[in-house]
């Protein structure tokens, strides 16, 4: 299958979206026409993939990294299946969020006395690694 898209298959979709006969009903292929800057682009959604397909691969991706940190939990019923400090309810992005306003570990562990700085540290390794791996496994 060619998925190149031509100007000239643009202009003449464009041009549909613009007519009086086009409807949603009107085709039985969905598409999707969004404008950035002055362009206009034409997607069709059947090459997109499914938010219910894309939230189960980053599932599989964030368990599947977790396994290499003990003190990382993935469970559906915490946090809505969310990366958490093991035994808690502290999302791994909360540690960051403390960083990024200037708190220091100390600070996250008077605020969260059940929780040590290796499971802190352990947390910032895990996302260090969920968002590096991509780039370094090319």
């Known amino acids: 299958m060619n998925n190149t898209i031509t100007p000239d298959f643009i202009s ?3 041009e549909y979206f613009n007519s009086e006969s086009y409807t949603e009903e009107s ?3 969905r598409w999707s026409k969004s404008t950035i800057g002055k362009r206009d682009f034409v997607t069709h959604l059947a090459d997109r993939p499914s938010k219910s397909h894309v939230g189960k691969v ?3 991706y964030y368990d599947e990294k977790s396994n290499d940190f003990d003190e990382i939990s993935l469970d ?3 946090m809505s299946g969310k ?3 093991k035994g808690t309810r ?3 992005t909360l540690i960051l969020a403390y960083l990024r306003d200037e708190e220091n570990f100390n600070e996250i562990l008077e605020d969260f006395p059940n929780v040590n700085k290796e499971q802190i540290v352990d947390s910032l390794n895990y996302i260090i690694k969920v968002i590096g791996d991509p780039y370094n496994e090319g």
């Open 58 to 60: 980053i599932k599989r």
């Open 76 to 78: 559906d019923l915490v």
């Open 27 to 29: 085709t039985e292929i």
């Open 83 to 85: 990366p958490v400090i």
């Open 12 to 14: 003449s979709t464009t």
């Open 90 to 92: 502290i999302p791994v």
